[in-house]
């Protein structure tokens, strides 16, 4: 267990422990939630969205036909030919 001590503007310094368990680094966000039963759980912002975006794109691979690094390189070719 961790403790943080709120300062007089609210401030907390999350304990080394609890950055290394979520991934935080310097300038990340931390995203706070309350769970129906009223517990309040932190993550780490940046993996959530990261998380989020990896549920939103799963199967658009498969769907676009990837299967490597060439075909990611070829569909930014195709990309850059279209916009060019």
Not at 20 to 34: A, E, N, P, V, W
């Amino acid at each position: 267990m961790n403790l943080a001590k709120v300062s007089a503007n609210g401030q907390i310094t999350v304990p080394i422990e609890v950055r290394r368990m979520l991934g935080l680094k310097s300038g990340d966000k931390i995203l706070f939630f309350q769970k129906r039963d009223g517990e309040v759980v932190i993550s780490n912002a940046s993996a959530q969205a990261i998380r989020k975006a990896q549920t939103a794109f799963a199967g658009a691979a498969q769907t676009l036909g990837v299967c490597d690094e060439n075909d990611v390189q070829a569909l930014v070719d195709e990309v850059r030919h279209q916009k060019g």
